[in-house]
Nanobody, 127 residues
Framework: QVQLVESGGGLVQAGDSLRISCTAS????????MGWFRQAPGKEREFVAG????????YHAASVKGRFTISRDNAKNAVYLQMNKMKPEDTAVYYC????????????????????WGQGTQVTVSS
């Protein structure tokens, strides 16, 4: 069982930047593919970004590409989402997820790929 804990959410203004984090309670963090998803009020949860176990490969949703960047620090058991030029439509609860299953970047957006999920952190962008 892996516990994932997100942190760093908050209220920002449009155009601002924010970095959210997710830490994992496992000694084998470096073997996990990690993903960020978000769910806005009244909408389904959607993929934001994914990163390979080594950190060498990343994949971002079209809606955030060029503004958001996923990264990880395996020594700290942490994955990050740097969010720049934020928009009101980025308002959502952000979740991190992990999996040890074999995957390629084209798989990262599949929610069924992931075995463990965090509780989420609220990010609100005011206009």
């Amino acid at each position: 069982q892996v516990q994932l804990v997100e942190s760093g959410g908050g209220l920002v203004q449009a155009g601002d930047s924010l970095r959210i984090s997710c830490t994992a309670s496992t000694r084998t963090f470096s073997r996990y593919t990690m993903g960020w998803f978000r769910q806005a009020p009244g909408k389904e949860r959607e993929f934001v970004a994914g990163i390979s176990s080594s950190g060498g490969t990343t994949y971002h949703a079209a809606s955030v590409k060029g503004r958001f960047t996923i990264s990880r620090d395996n020594a700290k058991n942490a994955v990050y989402l740097q969010m720049n030029k934020m928009k009101p439509e980025d308002t959502a609860v952000y979740y991190c997820a992990s999996t040890k299953r074999y995957s390629i970047p084209g798989d990262y957006d599949r929610q069924s790929l992931y075995d463990y999920w965090g509780q989420g952190t609220q990010v609100t962008v005011s206009s």
